[in-house]
């Protein structure tokens, strides 16, 4: 079991600078997002991406977040960067995960996009590939990437999980709205990209922090609540 998915893990994804990089870190993050899609204003040209990674190892989990990637593209990315996890963020199918993680020996971050209640029935089938489930907002139509757009969804769908399954929340989430979102959604981690930026691709190292303190307070109070309702605390 990763440090991730051993605790409530929080991503800030689409780092792209040292310094922004840094300030992640300070922060507490659990997981650093490195974005390969060439259509994202966070895209990271690989050698600067290898320079970022070199600077997190150890204290954060690498998350390298793809779209719709090829097993032997994703091989040779993994070889390059040594990422702790791929984030699947495409229209990958369960098979397609399934080829992933066999090319690259890496657990996967499955994200799906949910807008109304009939999209949970898209979790069940990634039961036996994805190693978590990353819930996230639809990107808007047209949109040149589907991902990283600031658009949060009603995280009252997700009251009706089962409890014990666990999943990380993104979409619109920001320093002001995490402690809400998760107080709702109930996730077992949360991930962020623009709600830390003060423009596309560019982050803002006060609101990482802010963010990072936000939500680990609010997962705090969460885990209480529920050793309180289980009789344990
Ligand atoms: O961040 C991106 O540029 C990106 C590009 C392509 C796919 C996913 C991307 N980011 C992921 O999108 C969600 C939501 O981001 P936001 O906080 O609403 O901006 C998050 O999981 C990012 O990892």
């Not at 840094?22 to 899609?37: K, N, P, T």
């Not at 949910?114 to 036996?128: F, V």
């Not at 936000?214 to 309180?228: E, G, V, Y």
Request: glycine fraction near 8%.
């Amino acid at each position: 079991m990763t440090r991730a998915q051993a605790s409530f893990p929080i991503k800030i994804c689409g780092l792209s600078t040292p310094e922004t990089l840094e300030a992640a870190l300070a922060a507490g993050a659990d997981m650093i997002g490195l974005v390969f899609h060439p259509k994202s204003p966070r895209f990271v040209m690989p050698d600067l991406a290898s320079r970022l990674a070199a600077q997190a190892r150890g204290k954060a989990e690498i998350v390298a977040l793809t779209v719709d990637i090829e097993p032997a593209k994703a091989a040779e990315l993994a070889q390059l960067l040594q990422p702790d996890w791929l984030q699947l963020h495409g229209s990958e199918t369960p098979d397609a995960v399934r080829a992933i993680k066999a090319a690259t020996g890496l657990p996967a971050l499955k994200a799906l996009g949910i807008a109304t209640a009939a999209d949970l029935q898209r979790i069940e089938p990634y039961a036996g590939s994805a190693d978590m489930i990353l819930l996230d907002a639809k990107p808007p139509k047209d949109a040149a990437y589907p991902g990283g757009h600031g658009r949060p969804f009603d995280w009252a769908l997700l009251a009706g999980l089962d409890p014990a399954f666990r999943f990380m929340l993104s979409g619109g989430l920001d320093p002001a709205n995490v402690a809400e979102a998760i107080r709702t959604a109930r996730p077992s981690g949360v991930d962020v990209s623009s709600g830390v930026e003060s423009a596309p691709g560019v982050k803002d190292v006060d609101r990482i922090a802010e963010f990072v303190r936000a939500a680990r307070a609010a997962a705090q109070a969460l885990n209480d609540d529920m050793l309180k309702k289980a009789g344990k605390a």
